[in-house]
């Protein structure tokens, strides 16, 4: 059964404009919601995390956005950048236990 | 060190030959984790090592598989008699134990079995 359900499984963004990538969990036990970026042939590297007390984080062009009530988070990438052309996995997690989605694969087209 | 580290980072073999990949985690971090990820897929859990408790071996394909860690550090997992479906990359992470904490993996090990 997965834990975090996300999509798109794949995205395609013109350079300037909006990426989102959706989460949902049932388990309201999690506590840590991170997000990671993984380039081709590298491992995934944590990008941004939120807490369940905060609605909103933003890191530069990156932002979580939490909604603690519908169990979903999503993950908005501002001004896209080709460079920003990766997957990203969004993840929740409860003391040990870490839950991963099955990842979104982002395009930027310049 | 500074990351996790592992090796090798690519390893072909042949068909029904071991295979053995070493985590050598964060420097501290308690707890460390193995993942396999075939191409262009998800990241499959294999198994869980926390301090001295017994691991969770919940996600191991199939008892080919085994994985070892000595002395709280460095990990090894085994593949014994790899079989193509084996191919993918195996993840490396390690994490501190604390409510909040995230993990951090590995460049992987990229398995091809020919």
């Known amino acids: 059964q997965q834990q975090v359900k996300q999509s798109p499984q794949s995205l395609i963004v013109q350079k300037g404009g909006i990426s989102i990538i959706n989460c949902a969990y049932e388990?309201?036990?999690?506590?840590?919601f991170p997000w990671y970026q993984q380039f081709p042939g590298k491992g995934p590297a944590l990008l941004i995390a939120?807490?369940?007390?905060?609605s909103e984080k933003k890191e530069g062009r990156f932002t979580i956005s939490f909604n603690k009530s519908a169990k979903q988070f999503s993950l908005h990438i501002m001004d896209s950048q080709p460079g920003d052309s990766a997957t990203y996995f969004c993840?929740?997690?409860?003391?040990?236990?870490?839950?991963f989605g099955t990842g979104t694969s982002l395009t930027v087209i310049p | 060190g500074a990351g996790v580290s592992q090796s090798p980072s690519n390893k072909v073999t042949e068909k029904g030959k071991d295979v053995e990949l070493r985590c050598d985690p964060i420097?501290?971090?308690?707890?460390l984790y193995w993942y396999r990820q075939s191409l262009g897929q998800g990241l499959e859990f294999l198994i869980y090592?926390?301090?001295?408790?017994?691991?969770?071996k919940s996600g191991l394909p199939s008892d080919r598989f085994s994985a070892e860690r000595t002395g709280g550090s460095v990990s090894t997992l085994t593949i014994q008699r790899t079989q193509q479906e084996d191919s993918a990359v195996y993840l490396c992470?390690?994490?501190?134990?604390?409510?909040?904490?995230?993990?951090?993996f590995g460049e992987g090990s990229w398995l091809t079995v020919v």
């Open positions: 420097s501290g971090h308690t707890a």
């Open positions: 993840a929740a997690t409860t003391g040990n236990q870490f839950y």
């Open positions: 090592f926390q301090g001295n408790s017994a691991p969770d």
């Open positions: 939120i807490r369940p007390d905060v």
């Open positions: 388990n309201t036990a999690f506590d840590y």
């Open positions: 992470a390690s994490s501190l134990i604390r409510a909040g904490n995230t993990i951090y």
